[in-house]
């Protein structure tokens, strides 16, 4: 099985930047992250298949983006912008099969890792 190791999460400003990095112990095609605020259900924010394509959700289009320089085995999200509604858990997850467009529905990936905290400060 793959494992998933995220980092680079901390606490910013509102209106700040962070990027968020994880580390796979394998290959796989596609690969996300996902968020979960306190009361709130995990929602998918950005996804990835390696091809090429990438997939965001409507509510951090133009603040976050996937970087170009991502390697087979690393996943980077990097927040700009971000706003008190930012803040949560941060996971990783990815999945063996390539799915195009790659989802963000948590159901379609099989891998997760542990999490990162990110704090947005008002």
């Known amino acids: 099985q793959v494992q998933l190791v995220e980092s680079g999460g901390g606490s910013v400003q509102h209106g700040g930047s962070l990027r968020l990095s994880c580390a796979a112990s394998a290959y796989t095609k596609t690969m996300a992250w996902f968020r979960q605020a306190l009361g709130k259900d995990r929602e998918g924010v950005a996804a990835?298949?390696?091809?090429?394509?990438?997939h965001y959700a409507d509510v951090v289009k133009g603040r976050f983006t996937i970087p170009q320089d991502n390697g087979k085995y690393t996943l980077f999200l990097q927040m700009n912008s971000l706003e008190t509604g930012a803040a949560g858990m941060y996971y990783c997850a990815a999945d063996d099969a390539q799915w195009i467009p790659p989802p963000l529905g948590q159901g379609w990936y099989h891998y997760w890792g542990q999490g990162a905290q990110v704090a947005v400060s008002s």
């Open positions: 990835i298949a390696k091809v090429g394509s990438t």
